[in-house]
């Protein structure tokens, strides 16, 4: 079983950043499949950015080059550093993990970009 938790939600204006946190309620040195998705009103929850199974990062289009996702193991803490936001970036964000064949999903956090 595994507990996320994200944090760091908020108003912003276009052109601002944000960080985004996600605390684990275990420890994630060994969960290699997690990361963050958003949904915005009447759309699907999509994938932003994650830690692949391989190692790697992978980030939807719309985001590359302005997200980055990273994580503290020893913290048990994924983040999402958001930088020149754009009011198309409004949506929950959900962290997300799949471990064991399992998947988790925190609670959401509102981000709003206004123009």
């Known amino acids: 079983q595994v507990q996320l938790v994200e944090s760091g939600g908020g108003l912003v204006q276009a052109g601002g950043s944000l960080r985004l946190s996600c605390a684990a309620s275990?420890?994630?040195?060994?969960?290699?499949?997690m990361g963050w998705y958003r949904q915005a009103p009447g759309k699907q929850r999509e994938l932003v950015a994650t830690?692949?199974?391989?190692?790697?990062?992978k980030y939807a289009e719309s985001v590359s080059g302005r997200f980055t996702v990273s994580r503290d193991n020893a913290k048990n803490t994924v983040f999402l550093q958001m930088n020149s936001l754009k009011p198309e970036d409004t949506a929950v964000y959900y962290c997300?993990?799949?471990?064991?064949?399992?998947?988790?999903w925190g609670q959401g956090t509102q981000v709003t970009v206004s123009s």
């Open positions: 830690f692949t199974r391989g190692g790697s990062t």
């Open positions: 997300n993990a799949n471990y064991l064949g399992a998947t988790y």
């Open positions: 275990r420890i994630i040195f060994n969960i290699r499949d």
